[in-house]
């Protein structure tokens, strides 16, 4: 009987230790998950001194955690399951409360109004096509297939510029824009199927100025002439974020873009689209410095998962760094993560209904 008597105790002391084991590993985790929701609404609280310039490098290793909110949300996500299903009700609320701040988090910055279908609209895409990376033929087929008006191609490989200054593939049928005269390893290229504002117009000799203070960050500048109106669109690449100087860095280039956007709607009185590699998604503290010092709204739809970085990664857990921003009034129709054509990061189409926008009702001299 005693023999019996001593292993059903021990069994039962070793069934509470792992249950205590259990339970102190699910609330360190709970809490973790805390930390992490209450992190990503930092760049809310402090958007507004970035967009200052008074937010210092220190801010960097909060920005990056902040920048994989939605991955953090998956995560969460499956623990707050977890928790569940090994009954850990109270934990499971914690996790429930946690992935409810971060769903919200998009709901905080102000985004274009989603239009639908059917709208007269511009597709724009932005590719950063990585400058070791030649594949021309896949990146032509991408460029192609993406079935865009304008396309914003970041980090250009030699190989795929020189094609494009020959005229091959997908520059046949987008002849418009700009590309350097030589073929540039990493150079951006803009192209459009609609015309733009040729050199030495009155307008192209008011914006001069701001093209050279542009091409110091070797970005450009374009006003294009559509069916839908008359627009000023801007390629722009930001630092990326691998070190707390890049960072800081970074931002400075953001808050002079934006500074940039306010020259050339006082200029032109037009809307204007900025696209490129923000190397920032949303939610995070440099893009949002952005969006308030500019006045522009970024054209991702908040119902809309995923991101184009990196490539390697499922498409719907991809980082939103790459995108467009547009004037308050401008319309979002479409937004899609296509191909990557041997880059580290997808294209993104987006199309704009310009209808609406401030300033579509202004002459040009």
């Known amino acids: 009987m005693y023999a019996l008597v001593v292993p059903e105790r021990l ?3 070793a069934a509470n230790r792992r249950s205590a084991v259990l339970g102190t590993a699910c609330w360190v985790t709970a809490s973790l998950g805390v930390l992490f929701a209450m992190n990503t609404w930092l ?3 402090f958007a507004g001194a970035a967009a200052e310039g008074e937010l210092g490098r220190w801010f960097w290793a909060f920005d990056l955690l902040a920048s994989l909110s939605a991955q953090g949300a998956y995560a969460i996500l499956v623990l707050c399951l977890l928790a569940v299903c090994l009954r850990r009700f109270a934990c499971g609320v914690v996790f429930a409360l946690s992935l409810a701040a971060l769903v919200a988090l998009p709901l905080s910055e102000q985004r274009l109004i989603w239009a639908g279908s059917g709208s007269v609209e511009v597709r724009v895409l932005v590719y950063n096509s990585h400058t070791y990376s ?4 896949e ?3 991408l460029l192609t297939e993406s079935d865009v008006d304008i396309a914003v191609v970041l980090e250009t490989s030699t190989g795929m510029m020189n094609s494009l200054i020959k005229g091959e593939g997908f520059r046949k049928s987008h002849p418009h824009g700009w590309l350097p005269n030589s073929k540039w390893s990493g150079c951006p290229a803009v192209m459009s199927r609609h015309p733009v504002e040729p050199g030495g117009s009155v307008l192209s ?3 001069r100025a ?7 960050h070797i970005c450009r500048l374009e006003i294009v002439h559509a069916p839908g109106g008359s627009f000023a669109l801007i390629q722009a690449h930001a630092r990326s974020p691998r070190s707390a100087s890049r960072w800081s860095a970074g931002l400075d280039q953001l808050l002079e873009f ?3 956007v306010r020259r ?4 032109t009185g037009l809307p204007v689209v900025v696209a490129g590699d923000f190397n920032s998604p949303p939610t995070g503290v440099r893009a949002r410095a952005f969006a308030i010092r500019s006045g522009l709204r970024r054209a991702k739809p908040a119902t809309k998962l995923g991101g184009s970085f990196p490539s390697s990664a499922p498409a719907f857990s991809g980082l939103a760094i790459d995108g467009v921003y547009a004037s308050p009034g401008v319309r979002v129709t479409s937004w899609e993560v296509v191909g990557s054509a041997g880059s580290d990061h997808r294209g993104v189409v987006v199309g704009l209904d310009l209808g609406g926008a401030e300033g579509q009702s202004s002459s040009l001299p």
Do not use: G, Q, S
Request: proline letters at 3%; glycine letters at 0%; zero cysteines.
């Open 210 to 216: 701001v093209r050279r203070d542009l091409w110091d």
């Open 134 to 137: 030649d594949h021309v033929d």
């Open 43 to 45: 760049p809310v609280l």
């Open 11 to 13: 069994d039962k002391k």
């Open 258 to 260: 934006a500074d940039i």
């Open 139 to 141: 990146k032509h087929a």
């Open 264 to 267: 050339v709607e006082e200029l």
């Open 205 to 207: 000799d008011r914006l």
